[in-house]
């Protein structure tokens, strides 16, 4: 499919915030346990003054529908389960998505044993999907992000980070856990969520070229 560079900012696994997602291994959680997905391929409307979630659009390759990135978010009880990828409402097809690289080593070494089933599981999934997408609602979200909220998404995220690195990484790792990384962690995590926090606060804010960023 092909968007018009001036009206469309095209987002694929060479952008910096989908590279994130690639080689993040904290997101193969996100993905592999919640369901998350990011697709191939989104557009952002740079022509329209409002927050990117507002603005943001996802292709069908399939019967290529331009459909609304909030088509697939926790507002519609869709942002989740999404294991086979993002289901189309429109053709009922999957629209293909990346897949964070832990992810993929993950289900790699896995294969033997749920690869058997791959082909049910998914006929399972997919039946399940038209139901979850009859009434969808795109009316404005509430960005958790938003004012001094992104402190304490970054706190809550630094949190989950410093348990699972510091914590439960080296349990399933067998290294030991000495003082040190205790210690050390705390401002690591706590300078790395803040940025985390700000970042995705300016990143879900960003407006469109009419405005001023
Ligand atoms: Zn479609």
Request: proline share 6%; with cysteine.
């Given at each position: 499919?092909?968007?018009?560079?001036?009206?469309?900012?095209?987002?694929?696994?060479?952008?910096?915030?989908?590279?994130?997602?690639?080689?993040?291994?904290?997101?193969?959680?996100?993905?592999?346990?919640?369901?998350?997905?990011?697709?191939?391929?989104?557009?952002?409307?740079?022509?329209?003054?409002?927050?990117?979630?507002?603005?943001?659009?996802?292709?069908?390759?399939?019967?290529?529908?331009?459909?609304?990135?909030?088509t697939w978010s926790t507002?519609?009880?869709?942002?989740?389960?999404?294991?086979?990828?993002?289901?189309?409402?429109?053709?009922?097809?999957?629209?293909?998505?990346?897949?964070?690289?832990?992810?993929?080593?993950?289900?790699?070494?896995?294969?033997?044993?749920?690869?058997?089933?791959?082909?049910?599981?998914r006929k399972v999934w997919?039946?399940?999907?038209?139901?979850?997408?009859?009434?969808?609602?795109?009316?404005?979200?509430?960005?958790?992000?938003?004012?001094?909220?992104?402190?304490?998404?970054?706190?809550?995220?630094?949190?989950?980070?410093?348990?699972?690195?510091?914590?439960?990484?080296?349990?399933?790792?067998?290294?030991?856990?000495?003082?040190?990384?205790?210690?050390?962690?705390?401002?690591?995590?706590?300078?790395?969520?803040?940025?985390?926090?700000?970042?995705?606060?300016?990143?879900?804010?960003?407006?469109?070229?009419?405005?001023?960023?």
């Open positions: 499919m092909n968007f018009d560079p001036k009206k469309y900012k095209i987002y694929t696994w060479k952008s910096g915030v989908m590279l994130h997602w690639i080689i993040n291994p904290g997101l193969a959680i996100n993905e592999l346990i919640l369901g998350q997905r990011i697709p191939k391929v989104s557009l952002e409307d740079k022509t329209v003054d409002k927050p990117r979630v507002e603005r943001s659009y996802v292709p069908c390759p399939h019967c290529k529908t331009l459909h609304d990135s909030r507002q519609n009880g869709t942002g989740f389960k999404n294991w086979f990828g993002l289901y189309c409402p429109d053709c009922g097809e999957v629209i293909p998505c990346l897949m964070n690289a832990f992810t993929f080593i993950i289900l790699a070494v896995t294969f033997p044993l749920w690869g058997w089933f791959r082909g049910i599981l997919l039946d399940k999907q038209a139901q979850r997408f009859e009434q969808l609602g795109f009316e404005s979200v509430y960005n958790p992000f938003a004012g001094s909220g992104w402190v304490k998404q970054g706190l809550i995220w630094a949190a989950f980070m410093y348990v699972l690195m510091t914590l439960i990484f080296p349990l399933l790792t067998n290294d030991p856990i000495t003082q040190k990384d205790v210690l050390v962690g705390v401002p690591i995590w706590l300078v790395g969520g803040l940025i985390f926090g700000y970042f995705l606060k300016r990143f879900m804010d960003k407006k469109g070229d009419s405005a001023v960023t």
